[in-house]
Each structure stands twice: as structure tokens, then as C-alpha cells.
């Protein structure tokens, strides 16, 4: 079947899996029901799948939710129907799943990379947000897929039933990681760290929309991705009366709000860009009483990891200084990080000509800026060191709100799109071995 009938042959089924996932989304580590879903899949596919503490590195995880959140997470998957046995793989927060096609022929070795996690926002319920439009908001009040991810987990179901359907007419071998915990740059690591981009040849990945283009556009390749790391601040004081022995207390309350604002005056780096935000602050108990904790989520953001070191260098400092002026203390928490990611401009020309045939393609840009931050960047790095290839593709679609944003959505006809560029990557990969 040739790439554009197998695309037009599936198409429904990427709508059916997108509006499944967006409807049943999972935080990072929580994604029980979604690695089920996925694995149980690609089992019946003929993929060799690894879940568990087979498919990543436990002690490389970042920012494992606590015990008490994992086991209700889990406790809700199993009265899902979850299987016993992926349930059991899945134990502790060990979600994703690796899946491995060997076609036993002479090739390269190609790897993609498919974040599933969603985040922590409440969905919109408006007449103008396209899932409450088609009934398939989010069932998990407080989360949802406001990045796409569940647009990109389809994106790799429809790849995989490509490679399972056309394995006779390819070479090489192909891993496809649905990896979990990609928001807080929390995952990746954990992969990379189990050996799963040992070997590998070439290696791609990418996002639905981060810039509004038209469906049918491919980015080949992106700069501007930043290296980041994620903190969490604990402030710890001493509680008294406000009104009778003010004096007793340590205002841990007034030493995360000292930090929370005083963080924003860390110097930009001369030599890039340099970003700091404080996303999250709790504290207090009540009017009369002076506060013993406080709390904070910051993050940090460099072009280079020098910068993005010199950037948590004067996090720590401030924070440690804010703690100290109140007389509290402050134990901070490393939950996260990225690496800074170059694409191989080698493969811009070969994408470009490989997806030429497509009927879904369009434009294809060499480069698209921008900025944020990616976990990805540890298994590109790891690729490239031992001599391999490695992209960070965008998908184009038009956004009608903003990636986080309680009424973000995206142009399903992207999913098509993207899946024949996949396509046409692994039917062209033998020629850049």
C-alpha cells in the first residue's frame, strides 16, 4: 500500500486515539492508562515492548511524584481495567514503554521520540474550544493536554502500524520511545540512561504547532531550544501568635516572597540568552499567625549550559540569602533539566527531498526559531556523541490559544501530516547510513 493510501486508510484512527488521550490525560509518571493503551497496541502490532523498569533508569528519574499521588494514580488505573500485569511493570511511577521493530535486514537504525504526558491545568469548557465543541475535554479535573502530547502519542501509534504493515519492504531497525515526563524536563534522562540510544543511527523528534503555520508546513529542524533546570524550595520557619509574640516567629511566608521577587533580578547573561521564573508560591496559615513554611517551583533557562549553570548559581544564592535575612531555612529540591540541542543541518536536505512525494506536505522550512526547552535534547545528545544524526522537527497548525492554556487545541489535520513525514523517513533512511 503506498504511503499516501496507508495515510488515508488510518486517518480515522488517529482522530479516534487524539481525542481518547486528550480526553484521559495522566501527569508525568502517572501515565498508567495512556502506557497500557500504547503498549497493548503496539503488542498486537508485532513490536518487541519494553515497559517498566525495562524501559527506563529508575534512579534518572526527575521529580517523582510522592508515594501517596503515585499509588492513587495507580489504584484509579487498576479500577480503569488496567491490565495486572502492565499495572505491575508501571509500579512506583515507571510509565513509557520502548518498542523495537528489527527488520533483520542490512540499515540504519532509526529512533523517534513521542512525549505522552499532560499537565496540570483545568480545561476550558467554551463554545469556541474545539474538544468541548466534539465532547472530548478532559475526564481529569485539573489536567489535560494543553501541549499537544496527546497529539504526538498518535502520531507515534500511526507510525508504528506503518512500519508494522510495510516491515517486507524495509531495512534496518526502528525504536520508538513513548516516553513519559517530558514537561519539567523530567523523563528523558531516565531513557537515555537505560541504553535505549546506544547504537542508534539517526534520531527525530518534534512538536505539534509552538509557532501558528499552516497544516501542511514542516519545520526540518529548530535553533533556539534553551538548557533549563527545575527547582523546588522548601522554606521552613518558626510559627507564633502575630499579635502576642510576633517576636517568637520566622516568616517563612516573607522569605519565599523575598526569594519569589528578588530571583527576577538575577543579571542577564552577557554571552545568551538567559531566562528565570518562579511558576508556583504557597505559604501561609492563616491571618493571625506567622508563617513556618513557604514554598516555591522556579525554573531556570540558559542558551548554553554555562549560562543555564551561571543562571541556578544565582538562583541558589538568592534563594539562600532571601532564607537567611527572615532567620528561616531553605532546602532546595533539583526536580528537572535540559540540555542545549544543535539539529544536524545534514538532515534538513534529506527530509526536504524524502517527503517530496507527499500529497499532505506543502512547505518544508530548513529552520524554525525558538525557545522553550526539551528533554529530547539528552537523547539527541547521546545520539550525536557516538556519531549519529539527530532533528527537532515542528509540525505546522493554526493555534487558536497557547500552548499551557486552558483552551489550547490544534488542527487535527496536523496528525496526517506528521505521520507521513515519519513515513517518508523511515522509506528513505537507507541512503544517509
Known amino acids: 500500500m503506498a504511503a499516501e493510501d496507508f495515510i488515508k486508510s488510518i486517518q480515522p484512527k488517529l482522530t479516534e486515539w487524539r481525542r481518547h488521550f486528550h480526553k484521559n490525560p495522566e501527569l508525568g509518571f502517572m501515565e498508567y492508562r495512556t502506557t497500557c493503551t500504547i503498549g497493548k497496541e503496539l503488542e498486537q502490532l508485532g513490536f518487541k515492548v519494553y515497559a517498566g523498569k525495562d524501559a527506563l533508569d529508575s534512579k534518572s528519574r526527575y521529580g517523582v511524584p510522592s508515594l501517596s499521588d503515585l499509588e492513587n494514580q495507580e489504584q484509579q488505573a487498576k479500577d480503569s481495567g488496567i491490565d495486572t500485569e502492565w499495572a505491575e511493570k508501571m509500579h512506583g511511577g515507571h510509565t513509557g514503554l520502548v518498542a523495537v521493530w528489527d527488520t533483520q535486514k542490512p540499515g540504519t537504525h532509526a529512533a523517534f521520540r513521542f512525549d505522552i504526558d499532560a499537565l496540570p491545568i483545568e480545561e476550558a469548557e467554551d463554545e469556541h474550544h474545539f474538544p468541548f465543541q466534539h465532547n472530548f475535554t478532559s475526564n481529569e479535573k485539573g489536567v489535560m493536554h494543553a501541549c499537544g502530547h496527546d497529539g504526538h502519542t498518535t502520531i507515534g501509534l500511526g507510525l508504528a502500524h506503518y512500519i508494522a504493515s510495510h516491515h517486507n519492504e524495509l531495512n534496518g531497525k526502528f525504536t520508538l520511545l513513548f516516553q513519559p515526563a517530558e514537561e519539567g524536563g523530567r523523563g528523558a534522562k531516565a531513557m537515555t540512561d537505560k541504553g535505549w540510544l546506544d547504537g542508534v543511527d539517526t534520531f527525530y523528534s518534534g512538536h505539534i504547532g509552538i509557532h501558528s503555520l499552516p497544516v501542511g508546513t514542516v519545520a526540518a529542524s529548530t535553533k533556539g531550544f534553551l538548557a533549563s533546570s527545575k527547582l523546588n524550595v522548601q522554606f521552613k520557619g518558626q510559627s507564633s501568635h502575630a499579635g502576642m509574640k510576633p517576636e517568637d516567629g520566622r516568616n517563612a511566608l516573607l522569605a519565599a516572597a523575598t526569594a519569589a521577587v528578588q530571583l527576577y533580578t538575577i543579571p542577564r547573561h552577557s554571552d545568551g540568552v538567559s531566562r528565570i521564573n518562579v511558576g508556583k508560591l504557597i505559604a501561609g496559615n492563616g491571618r493571625n499567625i506567622i508563617s513556618d513554611r ?82 529530547a535534547s539528552f537523547m539527541m545528545n547521546a545520539v550525536q556523541t557516538q556519531g549519529g544524526q539527530a532533528t527537532y522537527m515542528l509540525f505546522g497548525t493554526q493555534l487558536p490559544d497557547n500552548h499551557h492554556s486552558p483552551a489550547f487545541d490544534f488542527e487535527e489535520d496536523v496528525l496526517t501530516v506528521a505521520v507521513d513525514t515519519y513515513i517518508h523517513i523511515v522509506k528513505g533512511g537507507n541512503s544517509i547510513a
Do not use: W
Open 294 to 375: 513557604g514554598y516555591l517551583e522556579l525554573e531556570t533557562r540558559g542558551e548554553t549550559q554555562a549560562i543555564n549553570r551561571f543562571m541556578q548559581k544565582e538562583a541558589k544564592r538568592m534563594i539562600e540569602a532571601a532564607a537567611s535575612m527572615h532567620d528561616t531555612k531553605a532546602e532546595i529540591e533539583f526536580v528537572g533539566e535540559t540540555e542545549e540541542m544543535v539539529c544536524d543541518e545534514d538532515l534538513v536536505p534529506f527530509i526536504t527531498e524524502v517527503v517530496q512525494p507527499s500529497s499532505f506536505i506543502k512547505e518544508v522550512q530548513p529552520v524554525a526559531f525558538v525557545s522553550g526547552s526539551e528533554d
